[in-house]
């Protein structure tokens, strides 16, 4: 009982704490965060008045804020150009792709090393899983290019070696219909190790008793993951899949333009918004107009994102982000 009235005082008392004395109180937890509230401020807070170039007509003369005033007219650049929604059905389907496909693969790879016995073996399959994430898009657009080009492919290479007919040989740089598989493939190769990392640390962090209860209690291991670790997992999957949704109208540049290039017969399948306006800026360096689209994209995500969260929150609140 008196455990409790100390408690309900101490709570009392932080109620009525000024602000300089709570910042005072939590200092260490404060400085701690420090690098990240730093990261923040100079990344997203500072560069918000930089908005203002989607409104203008940007000179380097005048500079942001002495540009001509045009309101909206940046903004029918992708409107007026006939290709709006190719562009950001491309993007979001992509997107997608990627972000289903990715977790789902991230989950699977990690409750597999989890369930791996051997730690030199676990070891291995870490490091060879996580190695593609680190390569260049630069070189894995080299490497895509000298598996699948027509005359000196390494595919088309082996064809002609079986006696495949010249007109038979595979050529995907011709064919639009087949990047979209090739493009996930790639992306997935990529990224699934990296990604797999956070499952893998939150699969670690499961209570060790609450496993072994569940062997003594004659669980075999598919019970094990459907009903002890699925579930833990679920918390950190719905808060990714948030955080990746907010992005869900921004294409990985790298990715497309490396692998893809800019090569016209393969513009319906594998055009997306950035690509779109790196080409159409890079020759006139128009930023208002690259700076409209970004806002369009970060609005849309932004809608997406508070869309979805309400919705979680609706269903379970302990899973939306706020």
């Known amino acids: 009982m008196f455990q409790k ?17 709570k910042l005072w109180r939590h200092r260490i937890l404060l400085l701690m965060c420090l690098p990240a509230i730093i990261f923040f401020i100079a990344f997203s807070y500072a560069p918000l008045p930089g908005i ?41 389907l992509y997107n997608l792709a990627f972000i289903l496909l990715g977790n789902f693969l991230a989950v699977f790879v990690a409750i597999l090393l989890n369930e791996m016995q051997s730690k030199w073996f676990k070891k291995a399959s870490q490091t060879v899983m996580f ?38 040989l595979w050529q995907p740089y011709s064919t639009a219909g087949v990047w979209p598989v090739l ?14 990392v956070v499952y893998f640390a939150a699969i670690c962090g499961i209570d060790s008793e609450t496993i072994e209860a569940a062997r003594v209690d004659g669980a075999n291991g598919f019970q094990k993951i459907r009903y002890i670790i699925l579930p833990s997992l679920k918390p950190t999957i719905v808060v990714l899949l948030l955080f990746a949704l907010g992005g869900i109208v921004k294409g990985n540049f790298g990715l497309f333009y490396n692998v893809v290039g800019t090569n016209p ?43 979805v969260n309400t919705i979680v929150k609706k269903i379970d609140s302990d899973y939306s982000l706020f």
Not at 6 to 18: D, E, G, I, N, P
């Open 5 to 21: 009235k100390q408690q309900s005082k101490t709570a009392v008392q932080v109620k009525h704490l000024t602000l300089g004395q």
């Open 52 to 92: 203002w170039v989607a409104f203008v007509k940007y000179n380097y003369r005048d500079g942001i804020f002495g540009s001509d005033f045009v309101g909206l007219q940046n903004f029918k650049f992708l409107a007026t150009s006939g290709k709006l929604l190719e562009l950001t059905r491309n993007t979001i």
């Open 131 to 168: 190695l593609p994430y680190f390569i260049s898009q630069v070189l894995v657009g080299i490497l895509v290019f000298n598996l699948l080009n027509y005359d000196t492919g390494f595919v088309n290479g082996i064809l002609r070696k079986i006696g495949v007919a010249e007109e038979a």
């Open 183 to 196: 493009l996930v493939i790639i992306y997935l190769w990529q990224q699934t190790g990296y990604n797999s």
């Open 265 to 307: 017969m393969l513009y319906s399948t594998t055009d997306i918004i950035e690509t779109y306006v790196y080409r159409a800026t890079v020759a006139e360096f128009n930023f208002s107009r690259a700076s409209a689209v970004g806002l369009y994209q970060s609005l849309v995500g932004f809608v997406i994102v508070m869309t």
